[in-house]
């Protein structure tokens, strides 16, 4: 029997158009576009086609993009790279790089929404090691954090906010405008991980305001190790790596020019394609829902259910344990928690929206993409009631 993998919010595979504008890179066009010869002008046009490509996926200006080597980079840069600039006591427009902070002023203050990925509280760790303030903001039973909680935490010394456009477990989208709105009344920067929203729901950053915003080629059908982050027009940021200056003097270190190039292709087809395909996820996410509430009588609890949630993203609460569920139905692919030390993001957000270890321990994260197939919804379904009624005798 043929793999069902429907564990999009993992990795995506790369899809074919993306692997034929890749491959001349490879050999053909292997060159660094610094490099002075004509054949290099032809791997320097063809990183900015790539960064056309995400700004027309993002709504915006090319030169707005900078590429990095993943999601983790680009919220490690979007985040640390405005610590090094920001300083308590100031407005955000000053430009005086504070790394560490002086422990004569006030510590700056950070505001970081508890169900963020596992990079953005990494760096928000390391924003309390050069001495800011972080405090995290708690979500409801849903997975929705509230723009009052946020708000109701603003002190004279905030300076960042981050927060994720939506949720990769729950899938709950995040209302990012309403805080973009309100922070840039306080002169407060805000971060947004989109990691997660890229290619399942249309993207304008005009539209979210936010400050920067990262996202990542692997979650949009394009290779590993190649990601972007958009910093708008304007904002600065300080490096934080060192080396031969790259990307308008964000990033160091030779370009990856096979992986920009495939982000590029990969990020024209989303756009081409996000719209149509929010639809067919949506549909594909209800086929699976209710063949799961039909076959198993009601022993299923969809999570976050009548919350904005992105279309292709289900997490359930199943009759039995989850880990010995994927393996009695091992030709399916899915999500489930792991409790071991420290969590994993899945075992962490279902905590903090209130779920038991008993409940966590029950729960599957389904996230279905552009290959699947309402036959491998429907054999999935047949799987997984098949081993859901043995691991019950």
């Not at 080597?69 to 790279?81: D, F, Q, R, V």
């Not at 505001?111 to 972080?134: C, D, F």
């Not at 995290?136 to 960042?160: A, H, I, N, W």
Request: charged share 20%.
């Amino acid at each position: 029997m043929s793999l069902i993998y429907l564990d999009f919010n993992r990795t995506t595979p790369v899809a074919p158009s993306v692997i034929d504008a890749m491959q001349a890179f490879w050999t053909t066009h292997f060159m660094l576009p610094s490099q002075s010869h004509v054949h290099a002008s032809a791997v320097n046009e063809a990183i900015e086609n790539a960064r056309e490509g995400v700004s027309l996926l993002l709504g915006c200006d090319p030169f707005e993009v900078v590429f990095t080597s993943g999601g983790t980079e680009a919220n490690n840069l979007g985040i640390l790279g405005a610590a090094m600039i920001c300083r308590a006591g100031e407005d955000s427009t000053d430009l005086v790089p504070r790394f560490p902070c002086n422990r004569h002023e006030p510590a700056p203050h950070a505001l970081i929404s508890e169900i963020e990925s596992e990079a953005v509280l990494a760096s928000a760790n390391q924003l309390r090691l050069l001495g800011w303030e972080v405090e995290t903001v708690p979500c409801d039973s849903f997975g929705t954090v509230s723009v009052g909680e946020f708000q109701s935490r603003f002190r004279e010394t905030t300076r960042l906010t981050c927060l994720q456009l939506a949720n990769p477990v729950l899938g709950t989208i995040q209302r990012v405008r309403e805080l973009a709105d309100l922070c840039h009344n306080h002169d407060i920067r805000v971060h947004c991980d989109a990691t997660a929203a890229v290619g399942r729901i249309p993207i304008d950053v005009n539209h979210l305001r936010v400050d920067t915003l990262s996202l990542t080629a692997h979650m949009i059908y394009g290779p590993k190790g190649v990601g972007a982050l958009f910093v708008r027009r304007g904002l600065d940021l300080h490096p934080i790596s060192f080396g031969e200056s790259r990307e308008m003097g964000l990033r160091a270190g030779s370009e990856n020019v096979p992986g920009i190039v495939g982000l590029g292709a990969a990020a024209s087809l989303t756009a081409r394609c996000v719209d149509e395909a929010k639809s067919t996820l949506s549909e594909l996410s209800d086929r699976l829902i209710d063949g799961l509430r039909s076959t198993l009588d009601g022993r299923v609890t969809v999570l976050s259910e009548h919350c904005q949630r992105l279309p292709n993203t289900i997490a359930i609460e199943m009759g039995c344990e989850a880990r010995r569920l994927q393996k009695a139905a091992r030709h399916i692919v899915v999500a489930s928690a792991q409790s071991n030390h420290p969590p994993d993001e899945m075992t962490r957000v279902l905590r903090a929206i209130g779920r038991t270890e008993k409940q966590i321990g029950r729960t599957l994260r389904f996230s279905v993409g552009w290959t699947t197939s309402r036959e491998q919804i429907d054999k999935a379904v047949d799987l997984l009631a098949e081993a859901s009624e043995c691991l019950s005798l």
